[in-house]
């Protein structure tokens, strides 16, 4: 394997963007080709972004010479079909979330990996930022004693667009989907297994048949529980809290890539409190990215952090969710 990674992207919408713009921040990665569905925008962003190859069909990108490993950053209902044309070309893939529009797309995604050999990896760009692998190493250690609870939102305002892949079925929208993944996912990483025993849910829809807001419970095992709430019809704080038997977690503002982490111990525990500043440039992609190379170095055909039995199991608590809901997709 080479000293430098070439990138390709295949979607080259605004999360791409950043991908690209934090790829810059590594000196062993650069992005090499990018794929949409109009030539005129590929060759825009390869212009940007110094990217010797463009291409305007996203099946074109697979003919693309010396690349490395491959972002998927399409819209949701176009991942399991794009990552299954990367996988069967050979080609590693990182493919942002959620992963799949359901479990059986994600089954077949995985086995396709495994059956070819090839790396792949769920975008999980929130489990990589130094504040939240600070976190969930705190927690496991036992710095609070047992974690109990897991609360966590995400919201944000989104005038309303029946077009926008934010609001439009055909797109995979909805607040759950796009936003609700980060909440439940955290409690996944922070309570880990056994799965939950029981997924309470209840969404607002919009006239689009998505969900506008959804608040969901899980119920763990010896009174554990987590709760998470999303939305696109509110600004919300976007904070996140680990209570435990002997104290609490806070990740400030905004959570998923925080940059600020309080731990505070309850009366009598003469540790006290304390805050811990984790700063970094750009949006935070890049350690996700530095993670992926450092796993295609090792030859290793998944990632330790983001393992593909963890992402199974994100894919299938969603679909519970949806269920509860009665969010369906065609």
């Known amino acids: 394997m080479a000293d430098t990674f070439n990138w390709g992207i295949i979607g080259l919408g605004r999360i791409a963007r950043k991908f690209a713009d934090d790829l810059k921040l590594l000196p062993n990665a650069r992005l090499h080709a990018?794929?949409?569905?109009?030539?005129?925008?590929?060759?825009?962003?390869?212009?940007?972004?110094?990217?010797?190859?463009?291409?305007?069909?996203?099946?074109?990108i697979v003919n693309c010479p010396d690349l490395d490993v491959v972002y998927i950053a399409t819209p949701h209902v176009m991942h399991a079909e794009n990552t299954l044309l990367c996988l069967e070309n050979g080609l590693p893939v990182l493919c942002e979330k959620p992963f799949a529009m359901n479990r059986?797309?994600?089954?077949?995604?995985?086995?396709?990996?495994?059956?070819?050999?090839?790396?792949?990896?769920?975008?999980?760009?929130?489990?990589?930022?130094?504040?939240?692998?600070?976190?969930?190493?705190?927690?496991?250690?036992?710095e609070i004693g047992t974690v109990h609870t897991v609360k966590a939102d995400f919201g944000f305002h989104m005038p309303f667009d029946p077009n926008s892949r934010v609001f439009n079925k055909a797109l995979g929208a909805g607040s759950l989907l796009d936003i609700g993944i980060y909440p439940a996912?955290?409690?996944?990483?922070?309570?880990?297994?056994?799965?939950?025993?029981?997924?309470?849910?209840?969404?607002?829809?919009?006239?689009?048949?998505?969900?506008?807001?959804?608040?969901?419970?899980?119920?763990?095992?010896?009174?554990?529980?987590?709760?998470?709430?999303?939305?696109?019809?509110?600004?919300?704080?976007?904070?996140?809290?680990?209570?435990?038997?002997?104290?609490?977690?806070?990740?400030?503002?905004?959570?998923?890539?925080?940059?600020?982490?309080?731990?505070?111990?309850?009366?009598?525990?003469?540790?006290?409190?304390?805050?811990?500043?984790?700063?970094?440039?750009?949006?935070?992609?890049?350690f996700e990215a530095a993670h992926v190379m450092e796993c295609l170095a090792q030859e290793r055909l998944e990632s330790d952090l983001v393992p593909l039995d963890f992402t199974l199991d994100l894919v299938e608590t969603l679909d519970v969710i949806r269920e509860r809901i009665g969010l369906e997709y065609d």
């Open 104 to 142: 059986q797309e994600a089954i077949r995604m995985i086995s396709t990996a495994r059956r070819q050999r090839v790396f792949l990896m769920e975008a999980l760009w929130s489990r990589f930022i130094p504040a939240i692998n600070y976190v969930l190493a705190l927690a496991a250690q036992g």
């Open 34 to 60: 990018v794929a949409s569905t109009s030539q005129e925008r590929a060759s825009a962003f390869a212009e940007e972004y110094s990217a010797p190859f463009a291409y305007g069909r996203y099946e074109d």
């Open 185 to 286: 996912l955290l409690a996944l990483f922070a309570l880990g297994k056994p799965m939950p025993e029981d997924i309470l849910a209840a969404a607002a829809f919009t006239s689009t048949e998505v969900d506008e807001s959804c608040a969901f419970t899980f119920k763990y095992p010896e009174n554990r529980l987590a709760l998470g709430h999303s939305t696109i019809a509110a600004n919300t704080p976007v904070e996140a809290w680990l209570y435990g038997t002997e104290g609490t977690i806070y990740l400030h503002p905004r959570w998923h890539f925080a940059r600020k982490v309080t731990v505070s111990h309850y009366e009598g525990n003469s540790v006290g409190q304390r805050d811990m500043e984790f700063p970094f440039e750009g949006w935070g992609y890049q």
